[in-house]
């Protein structure tokens, strides 16, 4: 089956600008959704599809997609969002995650 | 709003088979996947497998020759089947209804909501 593939960590000061990304052929024809887990919960939807925020979730988060790589973005990151980024697609053998992306605000 | 609670027993001796059902509250449950996630201790996502309501199935191709994911309209419950567990089967066990939307341009799909998660650990 295909896989995806993100950045194990990545860091981001306190009000900047973070893009997580994710790379996997699948992505080409399917768009990624996206989930945060922060330790001991389960994980929450943040985006899907083109760029669809579930509601409840600050209009800081969106995403895109471009080729083969689907990318999160969050626009003044906020100490709360720091957690474990997932993104998710789908193949011919069925759904696939990333391997996580820590995303760290100092 | 749809709820999905699940349970099953949580300490496994290896060989034994893993058994995980989770119901569906609130909402539909035709015209929707459901899928079994697990998550190792310190480790990533990993997709188990889904179904249907019609009982139309997918696997993971790793875990396919252990995995049974059936479902009982009746109860608007699915459940999980793992057998022959080892100590690398111990994770935290979720389900979640799958939204898969399609237009003639593009495909998409989301995991929402989720089961509270079960931790399953498989110990001699």
């Known amino acids: 089956s295909s896989e995806l593939t993100q950045d194990p960590a990545v860091s981001v000061a306190l009000g900047q600008t973070v893009r997580i990304t994710c790379q996997g052929d699948?992505?080409?024809?399917?768009?990624a959704s996206w989930y945060q887990q922060k330790p001991g919960q389960a994980p929450v939807l943040v985006i899907y599809g083109k760029n669809n925020r579930p509601s409840g979730i600050p209009d800081r988060f969106s995403g895109s997609s471009s080729g083969n790589t689907a990318s999160l973005t969050i626009t003044g990151a906020q100490a709360e969002d720091e957690a474990d980024y997932y993104c998710n697609s789908r193949d011919s053998s069925g759904r696939v995650f990333g391997g996580g992306t820590k995303l760290t605000v100092l | 709003q749809v709820q999905l609670q699940q349970w099953g027993a949580g300490l496994l001796k290896p060989s034994e088979t893993l058994s995980l059902t989770c119901a569906v509250y609130?909402?539909?449950?035709?015209?929707?996947?459901w899928s079994w996630i697990r998550q190792p201790p310190g480790k990533g996502l990993e997709w188990i497998g889904e179904?249907?309501?019609?009982?139309?199935?997918n696997y993971n191709p790793s875990l396919k020759s252990r995995v049974t994911i059936s479902v009982d309209t009746s109860k608007n419950q699915f459940s999980l089947k793992l057998s022959s567990v080892t100590a690398a089967d111990t994770a935290v066990y979720y389900c979640?209804?799958?939204?898969?939307?399609?237009?003639?341009?593009?495909?998409?799909?989301?995991?929402?909501?989720w089961g509270q998660g079960t931790l399953v650990t498989v110990s001699s």
């Open positions: 609130g909402g539909s449950f035709s015209g929707y996947y």
């Open positions: 979640a209804r799958d939204v898969e939307m399609a237009t003639i341009v593009a495909r998409w799909g989301r995991f929402d909501p």
């Open positions: 699948s992505l080409r024809s399917y768009y």
């Open positions: 179904i249907n309501h019609s009982g139309s199935t």
